[in-house]
């Protein structure tokens, strides 16, 4: 019985050895046949390139999938290819999605995440290439059934956790300049969005609230009378799912009138403010119940 159990282990260890030799050598030809399909300009900066093995979809095949690009310039503008590597009937086949390239600064990094479906399992990547807001172009794939194809991009998006992202979004109203007639000033918008069962981003959806109902939360009569004495006024409350808070307010001169919102976190019922990058309570800008 012992001999009989030592001999099951072995073999089992055995079997995982090989697994993981098989597994090595696929990895090394599918990056063999990524380097001689990529254009030459990128191999310069192979140390660079964003590429990741595994079986995405769970159907018991491994792909690669890469963003490769060409070496630094002074303008810091590079050259992306993307590109899938996986094997069809036997043979390694690499795809190339982005035939001309997509020239730019890459302003959000390449991220790719699994995620579990009611039907199997499936891939996002994403990345935005250019400068940031209105110049920024966002991209987003999405890797299902041994395919690879590009899906719309809500916006610049990062990884959060637990099959959440943040998404930013951009606009100009942070303030109204009576003169002009107009709203000025450009403003970054972070919202918050989840992966569902059939691995769609969903965003997590926001509903007004009454001012009353803000005024009862623990830790709100603080904040709310700073408000108040900075001459500000509430317009508008909204709840989001996910328990965020943002509260919208403005404040009116001769020549203008401003625009900021407040964020806050609820749990059961308090609720916690957040300050942004620079310690203060105040986001320029009018932020929406919904991004879309």
């Known amino acids: 019985m012992m001999r009989k159990s030592v001999l099951i282990v072995v ?7 090989g697994a993981a030799q098989n597994t090595t050598s696929q990895k090394k030809e599918f990056l063999q046949a990524l380097k001689a399909a990529a254009p030459k300009e990128t191999l310069a900066a192979f140390d660079d390139w964003k590429v990741f093995y595994d079986d995405f979809d769970y159907d018991g095949k491994s792909e690669i999938i890469a963003v490769v690009m060409t070496p630094s310039s002074e303008d810091d503008d590079k050259t992306y290819y993307l590109f899938l ?19 730019g600064f890459l302003y959000s990094d390449v991220e790719l995440h699994r995620f579990s479906t009611k039907d199997g399992a499936e891939a996002l990547l994403s990345f935005s290439i250019g400068w940031g807001g209105p110049g920024a172009i966002n991209y987003l794939y999405k890797f299902s059934n041994d395919n690879l194809a590009e899906i719309e991009s809500p916006g610049a998006l990062k990884w959060l956790a637990d ?12 303030m109204y300049d009576k003169n002009a007639r107009m709203t000025v000033g450009r403003c970054y918008y972070t919202y918050y969005l989840y992966v569902d069962d059939n691995g769609d981003l969903q965003e997590y959806p926001g509903k007004e609230m009454s001012y009353s109902w803000l005024a009862g939360l623990t830790n709100s009569d603080k904040l709310l009378r700073q408000v108040k004495a900075d001459g500000m006024k509430i317009t508008n409350v909204i709840l989001r799912t996910n ?29 916690t403010w ?8 105040y986001h320029d800008g009018i932020i929406s119940t919904s991004m879309r």
Do not use: A
């Open 11 to 17: 073999l089992l260890l055995l079997t995982m050895v």
């Open 85 to 103: 590597v996986h094997r069809i009937n036997g043979d390694v086949k690499v795809e190339s999605l982005t035939d001309e390239g997509l020239v």
């Open 163 to 174: 099959r959440e992202y943040t998404c930013v979004t951009t606009d100009l109203n942070m």
């Open 243 to 271: 328990g965020i808070v943002d509260v919208n307010m403005e404040k009116e001169t001769e020549e203008e009138i401003s625009y900021s919102y407040i964020r806050g976190r609820l749990e059961g019922h308090t609720v």
């Open 274 to 281: 957040i300050r942004d990058e620079y310690g203060e309570f």
